[in-house]
């Protein structure tokens, strides 16, 4: 059975930092481009960020380039995304997931979802 499973959020004020970690167990890691993905009641889960399965490549949405960083590392079947600067605007539940093809997972075309773990920034 494969599992993602996010961890890291809470509750921050406006400028702190957060990081973000998801695991996965019964799934060939190494071999997945993973993201994170946002969603707010009421509105369209977004992308934030996406890492190929070497790591070589990332791509970040407009609205958090600068300010989060995405990685992995495959011998622990894990992902990260640092978050700094944190705005208001950056509350959600935060998603992680995974899709064989890097080029397509931030269109949303993804193969497996995390459960979310939400993110609250105070102002």
């Known amino acids: 059975q494969v599992q993602l499973v996010e961890s890291g959020g809470g509750l921050v004020q406006t400028g702190d930092s957060l990081s973000l970690s998801c695991t996965t167990t019964?799934?060939?890691?190494?071999?997945?481009?993973m993201g994170w993905f946002r969603q707010i009641p009421g509105k369209d889960r977004e992308f934030v960020a996406a890492?190929?399965?070497?790591?070589?490549?990332?791509s970040y949405a407009d609205s958090v380039k600068g300010r989060f960083t995405i990685s992995r590392d495959n011998a622990k079947n894990a992902v990260w995304l640092q978050m700094n600067s944190l705005k208001p605007d950056d509350a959600a539940c935060y998603y992680c997931?995974?899709?064989?093809?890097?080029?397509?997972?931030?269109?949303?075309?993804?193969?497996?979802w995390g459960q979310g773990t939400q993110v609250t920034v105070s102002s």
């Open positions: 997931a995974a899709h064989l093809d890097y080029s397509t997972i931030r269109l949303g075309r993804v193969t497996y």
């Open positions: 019964g799934v060939r890691f190494s071999t997945l481009a």
């Open positions: 890492i190929s399965w070497s790591g070589g490549l990332t």
